[in-house]
């Protein structure tokens, strides 16, 4: 039973409106969590202009999976799961990648080192020690991609909580 | 949020940010511990606390008493986005030991 009502595209009206339809036009559907972040547009916006900012950043969109995987399990949210997982293998994971990624590992030593890092970053709120940060940059990751990773940590951390609360209807 | 997650950064830069928009002294010393001298405030800092606390898995008892106080979906929508992106800043600032220029 959800907490908060998803918006019906067909009725949405405004910014709601838009935000909804450039999300259709894009994925060809509208997800559940889309519809029930449209119930305030400055969150379905601030969630949208984040997630595509980041999009365009240095880390693939596997290890970009991956970490809302680990992040997903991390915090117990079930709809990112299987959104995550769908996702995930549209973008070339395996099924064993998807599990793995889970338990914040891969069958690739770089993303598992990225994957580590970011349960760091959860675990500790971001105060990591000099050994996960000294473990993230011999892997060979750079100021930039560690920016890149504390970003993904909090968009992730924003979906699970707000699927948490809503208690959004799975649709993946 | 920046209480809670123990950044020394953000509790800098969101004091000054908070008397520039008029919070007093009393006011940014109250909602460090979640409260205000304003009771339809303090009930949306304990909102936002529970959702930090239990990773957005809110109770119903929580839920009840967010939207006794007068807040709505949208509202609450909000709030949840106001802790991520508070969570996005302290651990980025706690990670990075940002020097505090505030």
Request: glycine letters at 8%; one cysteine or more.
């Amino acid at each position: 039973m959800t907490r908060l009502t998803p918006i019906d595209p067909a009725e949405a009206t405004g910014k709601a409106r838009e935000l909804l339809s450039a999300v259709e036009a894009k994925l060809r559907f509208t997800p559940n969590m889309i519809r029930t972040m449209a119930v305030s547009p400055p969150v379905l916006d601030g969630y949208l202009c984040f997630s595509s900012a980041l999009g365009g950043g240095a880390l693939g969109a596997k290890l970009r999976e991956q970490i809302a995987l680990a992040v997903a399990e991390a915090n117990g949210c079930e709809y990112c799961l299987a959104a995550h997982s769908t996702i995930g293998k549209m973008v070339g994971l395996t099924n064993g990648d998807v599990v793995a990624s889970r338990q914040g590992r891969s069958s690739d030593p770089k993303a598992t080192a990225a994957l580590a890092f970011a349960r760091a970053i959860l675990d500790r709120r971001g105060d990591v020690s000099d050994a996960d940060l000294r473990a993230v940059r011999e892997a060979g990751y750079g100021d930039a991609e560690i920016a890149e990773i504390v970003a993904h940590v909090a968009l992730n951390v924003f979906t699970n909580y707000f699927n948490r609360l809503a208690r959004t209807s799975i649709d993946f | 949020m920046a209480e809670a997650n123990g950044c020394e950064y953000c509790l800098a830069a969101h004091s000054t940010i908070g008397k520039m928009v008029g919070l007093t002294n009393g006011d940014v010393v109250a909602s460090r511990q979640g409260r205000s001298s304003d009771p339809k405030a303090t009930a949306a800092l304990a909102f936002a606390r529970a959702i930090l606390d239990r990773r957005g898995d809110v109770s119903d008892a929580d839920l009840r008493a967010v939207r006794e106080a007068g807040y709505g979906d949208a509202e609450i929508a909000e709030i949840v986005a106001h802790v991520a992106l508070n969570v996005f800043t302290n651990y980025f600032n706690r990670l990075a030991r940002t020097s505090i220029d505030f």
